[in-house]
């Protein structure tokens, strides 16, 4: 069920009936793009808007299938985990450029709803939550960081009473709120941006997946029924790559989220768990993130903390995590519940760059979970590789892909272990 066609918040709340014909001819175009998420659809946009209109988008289901789709529209600031895993790779001045850069991902959202008249519920309000004083350390150095990027928005760490004013939750010690993050309705984003995409001249086919390619001084992609030569190949996959592009499908290893849906819940019961109307997730390795919707349902996610495996009852599984953190919902009605795989990398950092046997080759993989804003600024960098180059590309296509041996056998050992010591790190680094 979880690789299959999920029934989502954001296909029932869909507003953009947007559909594309699969590939039924023999292309020739400046770029192919093969995935039809955020990665495949920013990338191409931002090439879009460079002038670079000769595109083919690829599909292999319906845009929006893979994590774009089935996330939980969560707004936050940074790129990647921790900027500290990549540090031996680009040195302690690429730290503060990749740093510098890290919080720009709303305003990039913010600018193409702006710019294309995107209709998909941006709402500002983010809460980071922490359990104990550890977390509280950890979340105060946060707010120095986050103010010294964004001077726009409130920034604000509250402890004890206090933190009931961003949230209606008794669990919590202690919270960072920032103005700037929010939440947002990401198929519809996605959708919107596509519309954009195709408004510039790109063309999409659906229902089209890569069957196929052979890479050379020009590209060629085969699908069921047509091909697609390029000078220029995308691979924006994530965690449904498979094993189409082998030195990528090394390069990450899956892991899956879950989530909920309740009810439409009453004002009275949203003003409680939410007062600002807002995104929140804690800040241990493996978080509970959730957020309100427009329509007043709560959507609460998450992912099994040590021990891989996919739940039996998701929609069971999400609502006693839920309650733990509002217990007060204990009469309320869970709607829909479902989940997909997440691609990781080793340093849990995302990956681009080009293929080193083929500089004509691109690849965008490996959010680690955390993939709706950082898409968009990394797709930005991307698309300037892409197109003409640029130092911020060079330094984020400079980071090492460490392959992920024994992915194909032992995944759920590989990422039980990997969990296991993730966690434990926390400990020292301030996040449990
Ligand atoms: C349950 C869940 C919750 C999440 N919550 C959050 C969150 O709140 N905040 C956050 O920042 N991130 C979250 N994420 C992560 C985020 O959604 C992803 O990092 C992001 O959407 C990845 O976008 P993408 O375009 O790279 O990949 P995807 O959206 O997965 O798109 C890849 C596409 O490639 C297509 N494809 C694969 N193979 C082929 C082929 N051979 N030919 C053509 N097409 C192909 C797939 O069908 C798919 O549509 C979550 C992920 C999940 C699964």
Redesign the pocket.
């Known amino acids: 069920m979880i690789h299959t066609e999920a029934a989502t918040y954001y296909t029932a709340t869909k507003k953009y009936e947007l559909s594309f014909p699969s590939l039924e001819e023999d292309l020739d175009v400046d770029v192919v793009v093969?995935?039809?998420?955020?990665?495949?659809v920013n990338t191409a946009l931002e090439l879009a808007e460079k002038g670079i209109t000769n595109i083919a988008l690829?599909?292999?289901?319906h845009l929006?299938?893979?994590?774009?789709?089935?996330?939980?529209?969560?707004i936050?600031a940074g790129i990647g985990h921790d900027l500290d895993k990549v540090r031996k790779d680009v040195g302690d001045d690429g730290v503060r450029a990749i740093f510098e850069i890290s919080d720009q991902g709303a305003d990039i959202i913010q600018a193409r709803i702006d710019r294309y008249g995107i209709d998909a519920d941006f709402c500002h309000g983010y809460g980071y939550l922490g359990y104990n004083a550890r977390q509280a350390k950890t979340l105060r150095a946060w707010e120095t960081d986050f103010r010294s990027l964004n001077s726009k928005h409130e920034i604000r760490y509250v402890e004890g009473a206090e933190v009931r004013g961003i949230i209606g939750s008794e669990v919590y010690h202690c919270g960072l709120l920032h103005m700037g993050g929010g939440h947002v309705h990401?198929l519809n984003l996605l959708l919107g941006e596509a519309q954009a995409l195709v408004g510039h001249g790109a063309r999409i086919f659906e229902f089209?997946?890569?069957l196929e390619v052979s890479y050379g001084p020009r590209v060629k992609v085969r699908t069921a029924k047509g091909t697609v030569t390029a000078n220029k190949l995308l691979w924006?996959?994530?965690?449904?790559?498979?094993r189409?592009e082998p030195e990528l499908h090394r390069s990450t290893i899956n892991t899956y989220?879950?989530?909920c849906m309740t009810e439409p819940l009453s004002d009275e019961l949203i003003e409680r768990i939410s007062p600002i109307r807002g995104a929140y997730s804690d800040i241990r390795p493996v978080i509970d993130?959730f957020r309100v919707t427009r329509e007043n349902r709560l959507l609460f996610?998450a992912a099994t903390p040590l021990i891989e495996h996919i739940p039996g009852d998701l929609k069971a599984w999400n609502r006693a995590l839920m309650l733990k953190v509002f217990p007060y919902l204990s009469d309320v009605k869970i709607d829909l519940a479902w989940?997909?795989?997440?691609a990781c990398s080793p340093n849990l950092f995302p990956q681009i760059g080009s293929l080193p046997t083929h500089n004509n080759v691109f690849f965008?993989?490996g959010?680690t979970?955390?993939?709706?804003?950082?898409?968009h600024i990394i797709c930005k960098i991307l698309a300037e590789g892409m197109a003409e180059g640029s130092p911020r590309y060079d330094l984020l296509s400079s980071i090492r892909r460490a392959s992920v041996i024994g992915k194909d056998q032992i995944r759920p050992l590989i990422v039980s272990a990997g969990k296991v010591w993730h966690q434990a790190s926390g400990y020292w680094n301030g996040r449990r």
């Open positions: 093969i995935g039809g998420g955020f990665s495949g690829l599909e292999a289901k929006g299938f893979g994590g774009t789709g089935r996330n939980g529209g969560q936050m990401s089209s997946p890569a924006a996959c994530d965690s449904f790559l498979n189409l989220a879950f989530q993130y996610g989940g997909g795989p997440m965008v993989q959010y979970g955390f993939g709706v804003t950082p898409s």
